[in-house]
């Protein structure tokens, strides 16, 4: 079958089917879901059943997987294998986490707006997230388009920002929710990236706004007027026009490039289970990102 996509939103996001998740990709899908990865960013699947080593497979057929913040947090995992990401709400028992558990904190890191490990070099290509429980209400993804922001900044913006980069830091997050409670051998696991504000997406040849809550400083500059600046291109980057807010349904696939996007999750009853597992690969050279 063929790839279908229905946009599910002006600037992006597209849900996508006639392809089953399930199987091993041929190379001409794998090569036409990159292609559309590239004009909208965000592809929606329903009703694709994924088991763990399915969601691997799926996701490996793009780049070798990569656990990210796994490298500074070393806790013991709930899923087997490392390279896939327990985004829930429970502990290794089955049950929930209590409120403050080092794991909701991570949760409730991701609940700001971010790209998926841009604090690294090389930092996240697509991240595959899978619902398998989802809460009554609440607990919805939302992403935005970093290339409809750039393209809206006027135009003395667009100068100014030009040859300007940014420190993101693995940490930051963290200390913005008031943990700043890590060993020295946990702050070196991943030093800070340092990436341009504005970046050509390789696959569209577009120019994308590269902003996000891991952004901490911007080089050269003093840190308090650093982040007003940044705060404000990222209130710029989120404004609901470029934003689709994905609310989940058990069995959906939600695929998206870090490199175009930014995603945070929302609020949500912790009393309530909520239940999804991510995989993430990098931006490396023997990534297969090469569209039909
Ligand atoms: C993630 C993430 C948000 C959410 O999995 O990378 O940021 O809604 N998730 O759980
Ligand atoms: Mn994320």
Not at 33 to 43: E, S
Not at 106 to 113: I, P, R, T, V, Y
Not at 146 to 165: G, M, V
Not at 236 to 257: L, N
Request: charged share 25%.
């Amino acid at each position: 079958m063929t790839l279908k996509l229905e946009p599910l939103h002006p600037l992006f996001v597209a849900q996508a089917s006639g392809v089953d998740l399930t199987q091993p990709l041929s190379q001409e899908e794998i090569k036409d879901i990159n292609a559309a990865m590239n004009t909208y960013a965000v592809l929606v699947w329903k009703n694709q059943p994924l088991s763990q080593a399915q969601q691997i497979a799926f996701s490996e057929s793009f780049g070798p997987l990569d656990i990210g913040l796994k490298r500074v947090f070393k806790r013991k995992e709930r899923l087997d294998d490392e390279r896939l990401i327990d985004i829930s709400n429970v502990d290794l028992n089955g049950e929930l986490h209590r409120r403050d558990s080092p794991k909701n904190l991570s949760s409730f890191a991701n609940q700001l707006w971010h790209s998926d490990s841009s604090f690294m070099s090389p930092k996240a290509a697509y991240s595959m997230l899978h619902a398998l429980v989802i809460p009554s209400e609440g607990g919805n993804t939302e992403f935005c388009d970093l290339r409809a922001a750039y393209d809206a900044l006027p135009a003395n913006l667009k100068q100014e920002i030009k040859d300007l980069s940014a420190e993101h830091y693995a940490l930051h997050t963290r200390i913005v929710l008031g943990d700043d409670a890590y060993t020295d051998e946990q702050k070196k696991a991943i030093p800070p990236a340092v990436w341009p504000l504005v970046m050509k997406h390789p696959g569209s040849q577009r120019s994308v706004l590269f902003v996000g809550v891991h952004a901490h400083k911007i080089i050269d500059w003093p840190i308090a007027e650093a982040r007003i600046f940044l705060s404000d291109l990222l209130e710029h980057a989120t404004q609901r026009r470029f934003v689709y807010e994905h609310q989940w349904e058990v069995g959906d696939m939600v695929m998206w490039d870090n490199r175009s996007t930014l995603h945070r999750g929302r609020r949500y009853d912790l009393n309530q289970r909520r239940e999804l597992r991510r995989t993430t690969f990098n931006d490396v050279p023997e990534a297969n990102l090469a569209a039909a």
